[in-house]
């Protein structure tokens, strides 16, 4: 093992703890911590603003945003999602008694491809749930014309996806909703939390009802909600955060750029295309390993821990590998082997903010020491 210091896939943006105090000392005055207090309701409307959405609840975490916005829209039945993914993605279908369908990825995108959804349509599909993998917008048109085709909703897990624009506008639009995940390996994180982003206050007004345990006011419930509130301390957090966010952007801007650069001309070392510099969030930046290469994916990886750099395979193993999920028909290989060969190539090298690019460097020649050294793992 090496005695550098370690390198991780990623590191929370941090604000100065000063900058933090006053904040805090607001709350400590006031003593509301949630239930939508003052911080609470100006993170919504800061994020409205920078992202260029008309409504958007927060929450405590993504993963409750998923379970909820699936509840808002009274889905049942089937959706149809993708296996590549982190599991939250599904598990938010099972927590809602809905049977997940997958279907296989564009071998380029690594988005859901849409040309498999029509075949998985059945009498019992009610909705679609996509994931922009990587911040990488899905083919949303498609999409869109495949659900209004046969009346179904869509959903899209936003979770890597902030900040990112398609064709001029918010992706965050698409769709009947999209969930965000604040979490601390996020682009913007509110220490943890989440959102959804609705197209209407009518919808705004539901999900904000079932967040809160269905209440209206203290003596009325209209609906079986649970407790998914941002508490006041992320919502602060966030403010603060967004203050640096595009500052982040750009240092990641310039580490995506950098590796492309030393990366390029490496047999079997294959980036994801580049995203649209004005709309592209950089969140991740993961690279396929493949055979020409001459080292395995899982030698590189344990190369890059053995000098104590932490890439990561995500997506490594797909969702539809775990026990709740195998046995299920559309988990069949044979059915998804676009997503089968990316998860046994990928691998997502550090970027964040506070990564110069000497480390940057440092592990691209790592990369480039192993090609075609035709090392087993």
Same mark, same amino acid.
């Given at each position: 093992?090496?005695?550098?210091?370690?390198?991780?896939?990623?590191?929370?943006?941090?604000?100065?703890?000063?900058?933090?105090?006053?904040?805090?000392?607001?709350?400590?005055? $006031?003593?509301?911590?949630?239930?939508?207090?003052?911080?609470?309701?100006?993170?919504?409307?800061?994020?409205?603003?920078?992202?260029?959405?008309?409504?958007?609840?927060?929450?405590?975490?993504?993963?409750?945003?998923?379970?909820?916005?699936?509840?808002?829209?009274?889905?049942?039945?089937?959706?149809?999602?993708?296996?590549?993914?982190?599991?939250?993605?599904?598990?938010?279908?099972?927590?809602?008694?809905?049977?997940?369908?997958?279907?296989?990825?564009?071998?380029?995108?690594? $988005?859901?491809?849409?040309?498999?959804?029509?075949?998985?349509?059945?009498?019992?599909?009610?909705?679609?749930?996509?994931?922009?993998?990587?911040?990488?917008?899905?083919?949303?048109?498609?999409?869109?014309?495949?659900?209004?085709?046969?009346?179904?909703?869509?959903?899209?897990? &936003?979770?890597?996806?902030?900040?990112?624009?398609?064709?001029?506008?918010?992706?965050?639009?698409?769709?009947?909703?999209?969930?965000?995940?604040?979490?601390?390996?996020?682009?913007? *994180?509110?220490?943890?939390?989440?959102?959804?982003?609705?197209?209407?206050?009518?919808?705004?007004?539901?999900?904000?009802?079932?967040?809160?345990?269905?209440?209206?006011?203290?003596?009325?419930?209209?609906?079986?909600?649970? $407790?998914?509130?941002?508490?006041?301390?992320?919502?602060?957090?966030?403010?603060?955060?967004?203050?640096?966010?595009?500052?982040?952007?750009?240092?990641?801007?310039?580490?995506?750029?950098?590796?492309?650069?030393?990366?390029?001309?490496?047999?079997?070392?294959?980036?994801?295309?580049?995203?649209?510099?004005?709309?592209?969030?950089?969140?991740?930046?993961?690279?396929?390993?493949?055979?020409?290469?001459?080292?395995?994916?899982?030698?590189?990886?344990?190369?890059?821990?053995?000098? $104590?750099?932490?890439?990561?395979?995500?997506?490594?193993?797909?969702?539809?590998?775990?026990?709740?999920?195998?046995?299920?028909?559309? &988990?069949?290989?044979? *059915?998804?082997? *676009?997503?089968?060969?990316?998860?046994?190539?990928?691998?997502?090298?550090?970027?964040?903010?506070?990564?110069?690019?000497?480390?940057?460097?440092?592990?691209?020649?790592?990369?480039?020491?192993?090609?075609?050294?035709?090392?087993?793992?």
């Amino acid at each position: 093992m090496s005695d550098k210091k370690p390198i991780y896939v990623t590191q929370p943006l941090m604000p100065d703890l000063q900058d933090f105090l006053p904040y805090l000392e607001e709350i400590w005055e $006031n003593k509301i911590l949630t239930n939508g207090g003052p911080f609470h309701q100006q993170l919504e409307q800061a994020l409205c603003d920078y992202l260029g959405v008309k409504h958007i609840c927060l929450f405590t975490n993504g993963t409750l945003a998923l379970i909820t916005a699936l509840q808002a829209l009274r889905i049942t039945g089937e959706v149809i999602t993708t296996p590549y993914s982190f599991v939250a993605t599904a598990h938010s279908l099972l927590w809602n008694g809905i049977k997940p369908i997958f279907v296989d990825i564009d071998p380029l995108s690594l $988005n859901m491809d849409p040309a498999r959804i029509e075949a998985a349509i059945t009498p019992h599909t009610t909705a679609i749930m996509p994931v922009h993998c990587y911040g990488r917008p899905c083919d949303v048109e498609r999409i869109e014309k495949i659900a209004d085709n046969y009346g179904l909703k869509v959903i899209y897990d &936003a979770a890597h996806a902030f900040g990112v624009r398609h064709k001029g506008s918010s992706v965050l639009n698409c769709g009947d909703l999209s969930v965000l995940s604040f979490h601390a390996t996020k682009i913007f *994180n509110t220490f943890e939390g989440g959102a959804i982003v609705c197209p209407d206050a009518k919808t705004k007004q539901r999900i904000d009802h079932l967040k809160n345990f269905g209440f209206v006011d203290e003596v009325t419930v209209v609906a079986p909600g649970i $407790n998914g509130k941002m508490s006041e301390i992320n919502a602060a957090f966030g403010l603060l955060q967004l203050k640096g966010i595009d500052a982040a952007r750009l240092q990641r801007r310039a580490i995506d750029g950098r590796y492309r650069e030393r990366l390029a001309a490496i047999a079997g070392i294959d980036c994801l295309p580049a995203g649209e510099e004005e709309s592209a969030n950089h969140s991740y930046f993961p690279i396929l390993v493949k055979e020409a290469y001459g080292t395995s994916r899982d030698a590189l990886f344990q190369l890059l821990r053995d000098e $104590n750099i932490y890439a990561r395979r995500y997506f490594y193993p797909l969702i539809s590998d775990f026990p709740m999920y195998r046995s299920m028909p559309t &988990a069949a290989h044979s *059915n998804l082997p *676009n997503a089968l060969q990316a998860s046994r190539q990928i691998i997502c090298l550090p970027i964040y903010p506070g990564l110069d690019l000497d480390q940057v460097d440092a592990i691209c020649a790592i990369v480039e020491r192993h090609a075609q050294a035709g090392l087993t793992p």
